[in-house]
């Protein structure tokens, strides 16, 4: 099975589209997919579904969503298949279990990768780290789980991946930062910190680009940019990292000329 939520649902099965088109069963499916091989209990499902108010008829409505499930992997699994079918999805006691092997779905695929490249990154091994942080973010097509309702339990998780996506783009950026690729960050993070305004992180690392990619006045620009913004709409100055690089730039640092990123 192929499973892929880094982005709008896609589900197949031999070739064949199992992905749910209703609403509620595209729900069922797509937390499922997120605890691949591990059991979703029917309270968590309720929760998903139908938050703190869940009608009498929910646990019988809760099956026929799941028989629905289990419908599309019958059919891509071929005629007369449905107890295959109940051993994909199996029912479990207090819950339902999608049997397959975890590295089908594609966000476990993308957090080993993350976590190699973490683990390369903390030795060093900055080249392999901004290569496995690469591969990482390719597996992206959009927003997590776009085109699918997200109740608590998946909003959750959705939260969680874009955060973490942010996170392995910075630490990548980072990683290139550290092999000398300065000068071909300026344009990713010039898009970058106009599309964060306030993600102040991004603004330390396209600082640092421009100052060493010898464009220290517009590092300096940039810095009184983040400022208005976050005077204006926070009320609040920028952290004390980012004013501690601001000082540094104005007095020329030898360290901001250093492999590792200043702040």
């Not at 959750?156 to 783009?169: D, F, I, P, Q, Y």
Request: charged share 20%; glycine share 8%.
């Amino acid at each position: 099975m192929e499973i892929k939520v880094l982005g709008p649902l896609v589900a197949r099965e031999n070739g064949m589209s199992i992905t749910p088109i209703p609403r509620k069963p595209r729900q069922v499916f797509s937390l499922l997919a997120l605890q691949a091989g591990n059991m979703v209990t029917v309270p968590a499902f309720i929760e998903e579904l139908w938050g703190m108010h869940p009608p009498a008829s929910a646990l019988s409505t809760l099956q026929t969503y799941i028989l629905q499930v289990r419908r599309g992997i019958a059919a891509a699994l071929g005629a007369n298949c449905t107890d295959s079918a109940k051993d994909v999805l199996s029912t479990s006691y207090g819950g339902y279990l999608l049997d397959i092997d975890p590295a089908d779905v594609d966000v476990n695929r993308y957090e080993h990768l993350v976590a190699a490249g973490k683990h390369a990154f903390e030795a060093g091994q900055w080249e392999s780290a901004s290569a496995l942080f690469n591969e990482a973010l390719d597996m992206w097509r959009g927003e997590a789980l776009v085109d699918v309702h997200a109740g608590l339990r998946i909003g959750v998780e959705v939260a969680r991946l874009e955060e973490s996506k942010l996170g392995v783009l910075e630490a990548r950026i980072e990683s290139d930062l550290r092999l000398g690729r300065h000068v071909g960050l300026l344009a990713e993070l010039s898009a970058l910190t106009a599309r964060y305004p306030m993600h102040e992180n991004f603004w330390a690392q396209f600082m640092i680009a421009l100052h060493r990619a010898g464009r220290k006045s517009q590092a300096l620009e940039n810095f009184v940019k983040l400022r208005t913004t976050l005077v204006n709409e926070l009320g609040v100055e920028p952290s004390a990292r980012l004013q501690h690089l601001q000082q540094a730039l104005l007095r020329s640092d030898p360290k901001l000329d250093a492999g590792r990123v200043y702040v």
